[in-house]
């Protein structure tokens, strides 16, 4: 709920649609490995299967899973390892009930007590539907609306609260266009997803008559429900227009948005959401919400009260009678994603409460499993990629003296958070109960919704974590000029201390520089030194780095992950620049290290450091996925599959030809008039 733009920067895509992972114990330590290869493989035509292979042939998709890779086993093991925290803080029965423990133990049980639920039925949200079924005009939707954004229930747009991003020293509130169930506009309105929508309807028709409703009016309902989200789709922006932040940045004045979409009623919902103190609003997409005001006129008030009821059923499914959560699984997991079957009710419990008291389940993990060893021997790899950062800027030849000196500004005023916060977040206003499950969810979402409305207008906490501690995953945030590298990543195969500095430097390090590199991509650029929105490159050098990046949009757009749907150059742009910069960049480091003899040249199972550097990154973006899984990433996710991230960016580089003697005129060297060299 914090942000509602995309603004952030991410080595992996967001995992919600699929929570966390297989079977496997929670000691089994996916480190990078020579046995994986395929050494039959030719690594001159494709290097991927090259480094990944033997891999790939023995770690099918398990059954409860949507894809399996070097994430996911780390995942595996990190909720393996919250797994034993979960269970003793079930234990707990007294003592505060404002300790971390305690609430995380309590959270868990409600979470696991499928009878309790089962018991319960749908009579959780009965008062909600009778306040939908209450609606008698269009007038009354936004106050409903306001009352459902309080507890985190999506549906109409997406809120939320973060720097202003151009004026990134306070908070600031935006709406962007959201309220489709779907994964992305194109679901509504390709032929292609024709038989997803048809399967939608059947699902949320069975969905709604699970919660009482008689099948006929179900069936109407299910109708009414698609045309409101098929209007809302047609208005909404394509996801590489969303990419755009100069055109998502749209401040408008409460008063003026109020005259202008006078039927979403702005300054209601505002003192409804406890924001009345906002003087002024970000809007990502005016014309979304131009149409959102007609709709509320054009749209029958039976429409928008079927609209509501499925959006608050299936908001609440996962957490309301097993029977409906069955269902919910049936269309949104194994349908679209092609999931089997659900993972264990303990997985989805922690990967729940990761998400609603992260941080104080993250404090008990940081306590266990995160040594501050870890912490300082991850800050000097990241001191030795920022060494190589700091002079390729000093260095890059396309560059112009002026923008030079800006961007060496904005590198000086970078930051990176290691491990965790020094200071966790106190969740005792959170009232957690053993019987309640459905509202221990909804209360810690309204806590997180109120503590970040409160800020609105108010100065920037530089200290604040926007990823939990157990988290598999790294991130740029460019308001804040920051990187963050939770405690969960700081794992193998990413930073592994029993292996050379070449399998280091392979895996974190490349990460390290991946995000670094985002504060220079497509879209990072434009961020100054003070993290604003503001255009500080001369137009001689934008133009310079534009062809070039267009060079990387052109490559990947000539992949085809699956036949007739090619890899959309343009979506992901920042993130193949990111690869691109973060391999090149930690290789330099580990150049640097072996040249001034702190690390070993000496080869290790056949391998010299440079070879083995390039195998680890190859290793850690290994990966099978599932067909429907594949086909939802290659419309809605700005990261390329993991055989494109290897073999497409390791193409570009001399480095890596030279590594293994790669010959002129092989898929795995580009040619030079083609090759892209950025950062």
Partial sequence: MRRARPNAHEVEPNRDPSPPHPASPADAIPRF????????????????????????????????????????????????????????????????????????????????????????????????????????????????????????????????????????????????????????????????????????????????????????????????????????????????????????????????????????????????????????VVVGQPEVFDSLNALLRTTPVEDWRSYLRWHLVHDSAPHLDPVLEAEDFDFFHKRLLGQQEPEPGWKRAANLIDRSLGEALGRLYVERFFPPATRDRVAELVDDVRAVVHDRLERVPWMTQETRTRALAKFDRFTVKIGHPKRYRNYSKVRVARRDHLGNVRRARAYEIRRWVDRIGGPIDRTEWHMTPPTVNAQFEPTLNEILFPAGILQPPFFDPSMDDAVNFGGIAVVIGHEITHGYDDQGRKYDAEGNLNDWWTPQDAEEFQTRAQRIVEQFSRFEPLPGLPLNGALTMGENIADLGGVSLAFEALERRLAEGRTSDRPIDGFTPRQRFFLSYGQIWRINIREEELRRRLTIDPHSPGRYRVNGILANLPEFWEAFDIPPGSPMRQDENLRVSIW
């Avoid at 699970?210 to 698609?226: C, D, F, I, M």
């Avoid at 989200?229 to 100069?246: C, G, H």
């Fill in 33 to 280: 490995s020579v046995n994986y290869l395929d050494r039959t493989g030719n690594l001159t035509q494709d290097f991927y299967r090259y480094a990944t292979g033997h891999w790939l042939d023995t770690h099918p998709v398990p059954n409860d899973k949507t894809r399996w890779s070097a994430f996911d086993e780390l995942m595996e093991r990190n909720y393996g390892l919250l797994h034993a925290l979960l269970e003793d803080a079930r234990q707990v029965r007294r003592g505060s009930s404002a300790s971390p423990r305690r609430k995380v133990g309590d959270f868990y049980a409600a979470a696991l007590d499928e009878r309790e639920r089962g018991r319960l039925g749908c009579r959780p949200i009965q008062l909600d539907l009778a306040e939908i079924e209450a609606l008698t005009s269009s007038a009354a939707i936004p106050k409903l609306v306001a009352r459902f954004h309080l507890g985190g229930i999506d549906c109409l747009f997406h809120s939320g609260v973060a720097p202003d991003e151009k004026n990134s020293e306070v908070y600031a509130l935006y709406f962007v266009q959201g309220g489709l169930s779907l994964p992305d506009r194109d679901y509504y309105l390709l032929d292609g997803f024709s038989g997803t929508r048809s399967a939608y309807l059947r699902h949320v028709e069975k969905a709604l008559t699970l919660t009482g409703e008689q099948p006929t009016r179900a069936s109407k309902s299910a109708r009414g429900v698609l045309k409101v989200e098929t209007a809302i789709a047609k208005a909404s922006r394509a996801r590489v227009d969303l990419r755009d932040a100069e055109r998502n940045y749209n401040r408008f004045s409460v008063s003026s948005l109020a005259r202008r979409q006078p039927r979403i009623r702005w300054e209601e919902y505002l003192r409804l959401r406890g924001a009345r103190k906002a003087s002024y």
